[in-house]
């Protein structure tokens, strides 16, 4: 097996190894996620093992916790405290965990709150923009947002904005869907099919948990690809 001092070759052969163009690995190198690549006497750029495997554990650890991660991380090994690293893995994965925790919260609360029945609505029923923050911990700036964005639609007397059970009820959704890490154009799509039915609000949130898994597969392969830069 080469190690990783091993000849790699030019700029496209790392591309290809890596899966990335070749603009992109002169990128990395530029921002230091790859460390900088020997020169002939010409100038041109020559590579090693270790660039490929730099690009490798960039790629896995960018689809676990984002680019801008990946790269500090990454950036670490070569030019930091390499003892570090493992504590910045370690953030990693606790905020997987955390996104992980609060999905499960959601998914009970969407289900719970999906069942419960909404009766004969009544005048004392219906909540007010403060009452309804206070209920759920929000600030009365948040709701009024929801509105503008179409999530939640208070209806509007003389008396100002209340909101129906109905609205509540939607309300309280959305609240769970924004803690689990949706954005508002993502829960705008989802709310119409959730007045009609709740299967769309579980398929968005089962799609949420794929997602989460899929990153926390990714960020193992970053850490095996990153113990290999680590190990020489």
């Known amino acids: 097996m080469a ?3 091993s000849p790699v070759g030019r700029t496209i052969d790392v591309a290809r190894r890596a899966g990335y163009s070749v603009q992109q690995v002169r ?3 530029r921002d230091g996620v790859l460390p900088p690549a020997d020169r002939s ?3 041109h750029r020559s590579y090693r093992e270790i660039h490929v495997r730099s690009a490798l554990a960039y790629r896995a650890l960018a689809a676990g916790v984002g680019p801008v991660e990946a790269k500090r991380i990454v950036r670490t090994v070569h030019t ?3 003892a570090e690293v493992p504590a910045l893995l370690d953030a990693a994965h ?3 965990h955390t996104e992980r925790a609060e999905l499960a919260l959601a998914r009970q609360a969407a289900e719970a709150i999906a069942a419960e029945p909404i009766t004969e609505v009544r005048g004392s029923d219906a909540m007010s923009v403060t009452e309804l923050a ?3 911990g929000l600030r009365t700036s948040t709701l009024r947002h929801w509105d503008a964005e ?3 639609v208070p209806d509007r007397a003389a008396a100002g904005r209340h909101y129906s059970p ?3 009820r939607d309300a309280r959704i959305v609240h769970q869907l924004r803690r689990a890490g949706y954005r508002i154009a993502q829960v705008r799509a989802v709310m119409p099919e959730f007045r009609r039915h709740s299967g769309q609000v579980r398929a968005a949130l089962a799609a949420r948990d794929a997602a989460i898994t899929a990153r926390s597969l990714a960020l193992l392969d970053g850490a095996a690809a990153l113990r290999e830069l680590l190990a020489e």
């Open 94 to 96: 606790a905020g997987l």
């Open 80 to 82: 930091g405290d390499r």
């Open 41 to 43: 006497p010409g100038g």
């Open 3 to 5: 190690n990783l001092n």
């Open 134 to 136: 206070a209920a759920l």
């Open 27 to 29: 990128n990395l190198e």
């Open 166 to 168: 109905a609205q509540v």
């Open 150 to 152: 179409g999530l939640v």
